[in-house]
């Protein structure tokens, strides 16, 4: 018997999908799943490690916080384009607390993290200063 390339490809594809579908059946409705659950506001906002890196008002009805690697070309993107404007409308106006948190992928990420902190150990302003640059000179 030969198998020609395609109906090989047909019956690889039905198996998996035959397979997959029983996957599905075994698995809880989806209303049953805990996706709902919450999380306390206290324990989200509570910093791990290393104090919170934050810029503007700290009664601001919202806060958003940002992990972010110094490596991650999509986290320079967003310093790049999307933050200046952020902090102009919302966060210089005091209508967003912002939170900085680290989340470096790789060694290059924490050496550069480190170096803000020394940075900016007595003033925040020279951190996120040294973060901007940081991620403008990112390859």
């Given at each position: 018997?030969?198998?020609?390339r395609r109906k090989f490809c047909q019956t690889t594809a039905t198996l998996a999908?035959?397979?997959?579908?029983?996957?599905?059946?075994?698995?809880?409705?989806?209303?049953?799943?805990?996706?709902?659950?919450?999380?306390?506001?206290?324990?989200?906002?509570?910093?791990?490690?290393?104090?919170?890196?934050?810029m503007g008002n700290d009664k601001a009805s919202v806060t958003v916080i940002e992990?972010?690697?110094?490596?991650?070309?999509?986290?320079?993107?967003?310093?790049?384009?999307?933050?200046?404007?952020?902090?102009?409308?919302?966060?210089?106006?005091?209508?967003?607390?912002?939170?900085?948190?680290?989340?470096?992928?790789?060694?290059?990420?924490?050496?550069?993290?480190?170096?803000?902190?020394?940075?900016?150990?007595?003033?925040?302003?020279?951190?996120?200063?040294?973060?901007?640059?940081?991620?403008?000179?990112?390859?």
């Amino acid at each position: 018997m030969q198998i020609t390339r395609r109906k090989f490809c047909q019956t690889t594809a039905t198996l998996a999908l035959a397979t997959s579908m029983v996957g599905f059946a075994s698995l809880p409705p989806f209303r049953d799943m805990a996706f709902a659950e919450t999380v306390p506001t206290d324990e989200l906002m509570k910093p791990e490690g290393l104090p919170d890196m934050a810029m503007g008002n700290d009664k601001a009805s919202v806060t958003v916080i940002e992990y972010a690697s110094m490596t991650c070309p999509h986290c320079a993107h967003f310093q790049e384009v999307t933050f200046p404007e952020l902090k102009k409308r919302y966060i210089d106006t005091g209508k967003v607390r912002y939170i900085f948190r680290e989340f470096p992928l790789d060694s290059l990420a924490a050496a550069a993290f480190m170096l803000a902190r020394c940075a900016g150990k007595d003033d925040k302003d020279k951190y996120f200063a040294l973060v901007d640059t940081l991620f403008r000179q990112q390859r």
